[in-house]
């Protein structure tokens, strides 16, 4: 039986070079699972689309795919585009099996991830010093996902022994100055700036020029594809890709012969 196709599913950038980490992202996901049908589509701003890219899976003869949300803040369920594009995509391919996934969300190993990040930025900014650190985030996610990053935020601060602030880019809470400012009230001077992303986008752009002309002693890039990530993306696909094994098999199931009541029969 052939595996469902894995459709890798991000938001993506108005600026292509800020892709480049999710495209990226995709070539190491297929060199480690040949054997797959690996894609990258976005919901929004740029090509490839999520309906172009399964209408050229669905034109090659492809009749699963599985959905894979490349979202940090969202731990139980993506965000509202990401489930109307599914919605659009079941009605216009009604012979094809679709799922999608659980988001990647905030799980707990991604903090390595950021550290290393983090420390290649403190080293190519020469800084010696760091008193507090702020975790940058993308979006506010679902309720699970909030109180996940808090969490992690506090594994963070717990891990270093230094305060650490949230920072989101979509003003539903304090944006990265606000975070510098709090931290700067609790007599912090020297302040880096941890990217929870697995790309860059506008968001990130934005956070990081912010923090960067706040005084901030470095700001990470954005973890692009660690082998975490690529592990955790694929955790995601195999769980949500039983599912689609699982109906099949329950469509296929042969049903038991309704009970015909004695006192129908004629003798």
């Known amino acids: 039986m052939t595996a469902p196709a894995l459709i890798l599913l991000a938001h993506g950038s108005t600026e292509p070079h800020q892709n480049a980490a999710l495209h990226q992202l995709r070539v190491q996901m297929q060199q480690a699972r040949p054997e797959l049908n690996v ?7 740029c090509p490839p689309s999520g309906p172009a890219v399964v209408q050229a899976l669905a ?4 009749r699963e795919m599985v959905f894979v949300p490349l979202d940090l803040t969202h731990a139980v369920e993506a965000d509202e585009q990401a489930h109307e594009l599914l919605q659009r995509v079941r009605i216009a391919h009604p012979e094809i099996a679709f799922t999608m996934s659980r988001p990647l969300g905030p799980a707990t190993d991604l903090l390595n991830v950021l550290d290393v990040r983090l420390r290649e930025a403190l080293r190519q900014s020469h800084a010696t010093e760091v008193d507090a650190l702020v ?7 679902d309720t699970r ?3 996940l990053v ?8 717990s891990h270093h022994r230094l305060p650490v602030l949230v920072a989101v880019t979509d003003g539903a809470g304090p944006g990265v100055v606000q975070a510098m400012a709090s931290l700067r009230a609790q007599g ?9 992303f697995i790309a860059g ?12 002309a706040a005084g901030a002693e470095a700001v990470s890039a954005p973890m692009g594809g660690h082998e975490f990530i690529l592990d955790l993306v694929m955790a995601r696909y195999a769980y949500a890709a039983m599912e689609l094994l699982d109906a099949a098999t329950t469509a296929q199931e042969p049903q038991e012969p309704a009970e015909i009541p004695l006192d129908a029969i004629s003798l």
């Open 39 to 45: 894609n990258l589509a976005f919901i929004d701003r």
């Open 59 to 62: 034109s090659r003869g492809v």
């Open 135 to 141: 975790l940058s985030t993308s979006t506010s996610g």
């Open 145 to 147: 996902g909030n109180a």
């Open 150 to 157: 808090a969490r992690r935020a506090r594994q963070w601060a």
């Open 188 to 196: 912090r001077r020297h302040i880096a700036v941890g990217s929870f």
């Open 201 to 212: 986008d506008e968001g990130f752009s934005t956070q990081r020029e912010a923090a960067i």
